[in-house]
């Protein structure tokens, strides 16, 4: 079934050479869309150099991140199915094959990563070293592994969704595609996870379809623009922020990554014996922030950073309490435990069935009203 993979590219010249290169040895009847986001690393030029009718090159003068070019490259696609993938993965034999069986309207199919040991092991994925480097990939051995492995699971699913992965396009398109608030990257995944869940999508890892990541090597294991970078880490914390503010919550999964989305609470945080450090740490966890202190400074800083408006965000303290959960902070006895309370209380809240009335936490009083 012919299918769209899209691959954007930024800086990783020698790790998108190899994902081409898989894509030619077991992509079969696959259109790939490669962008180039702006690399510097001669990219683009290889790209130009390149004799396929399959592939459709996409040269941008900026860099605007995956968050962007996975949807771009949606609309530019034309077929019905498309998948991505990230420029430091490689496919193995059957990957396509294995991953279009399931793919039907309403569904989202995701492959089966395998990773060299830098992040935990789990359920949705096997940890095995076939090289951490471009030059260092092992074909052969990666190659028989995934012959073996895909006979041994041989039409399995389980109930999981991470990148790479793959859908009918209209599914996608039909949502509104990425939010990008969360361009150029960072938790855009996560929240396209919940909300295809919240359309009412299937979630399917196919455990016969297997590629290798060399894991985020293009951004967060990035030279020059990863985790060693300011702006790479002021870009994570600004999206870990807006996921917060969207969904009152942080990222929760099960076992296989299947994500956990507990309701959205109206919450008040009522601050006491306030500092300014506090305004910072819990405005995002807060539908309504109420305080004594002058907050002008802190939206000043913020707002350019946020898509919501923190003028109706942060209020006086005198002002009136609206919110259907009202939480009182003592800024003088407020502790770290207090705060991974917080953090959980939609948790504490949908699994304990709270009723109405006030109630403690730590240090903090809870009221359901």
Not at 146 to 164: M, N
Not at 202 to 208: F, G, H, I, L, P
């Amino acid at each position: 079934m012919r299918h769209t993979v899209i691959v954007p590219s930024y800086n990783t010249l020698e790790h998108t050479k190899n994902t081409y290169e898989s894509l030619l040895k077991y992509g079969g009847d696959v259109d790939i869309i490669i962008i180039d986001d702006a690399s510097e690393d001669g990219t683009a030029e290889w790209l130009l150099s390149l004799s396929d009718e399959r592939l459709n090159r996409v040269i941008s003068p900026e860099r605007k991140g995956h968050t962007y070019w996975y949807d771009e490259g949606m609309r530019l696609a034309e077929t019905d199915i498309v998948s991505i993938l990230h420029s430091d993965m490689v496919i193995g034999p059957g990957y396509f094959e294995n991953m279009l069986k399931h793919v039907e309207r309403g569904k989202v199919v995701c492959a089966t990563r395998i990773e060299p040991p830098i992040h935990p092991e789990g359920k949705e994925k096997v940890v095995r070293n076939f090289g951490m480097e471009a030059n260092e990939f092992m074909w052969e051995a990666f190659e028989n592994f995934v012959t073996k492995e895909s006979y041994t699971y041989k039409d399995k699913t389980t109930r999981g969704i991470f990148a790479p992965w793959m859908l009918y396009k209209e599914d996608h398109l039909s949502i509104g595609g990425h939010d990008q608030r969360f361009a150029p990257f960072g938790y855009e995944d996560s929240d396209i996870f919940n909300r295809w869940i919240q359309a009412g999508y299937e979630m399917v890892q196919a455990r016969d379809s297997f590629c290798y990541h060399m894991t985020c090597r293009g951004h967060r294991w990035n030279k020059g623009v990863g985790i060693e970078n300011p702006d790479y880490r002021k870009i994570m914390d600004r999206c870990r922020k807006e996921f917060i503010r969207k969904w009152g919550d942080w990222i929760q999964n099960d076992e296989y990554q299947h994500p956990i989305i507990w309701k959205k609470y109206d919450r008040g945080i009522i601050l006491t014996n306030d500092k300014p450090e506090l305004i910072e740490m819990l405005e995002p966890w807060a539908d309504t922030l109420y305080t004594s202190l002058d907050y002008k400074d802190y939206i000043e800083k913020e707002q350019e950073d946020t898509v919501t408006n923190l003028w109706d965000r942060i209020k006086p303290f005198d002002n009136e309490k609206q919110n259907s959960i009202l939480i009182e902070v003592d800024g003088n006895n407020f502790t770290q435990q207090d705060f991974i309370y917080l953090q959980k209380l939609a948790e504490i809240l949908d699994t304990q069935n709270v009723e109405k009335g006030k109630f403690k936490l730590g240090n903090l009083i809870i009221e359901v009203v």
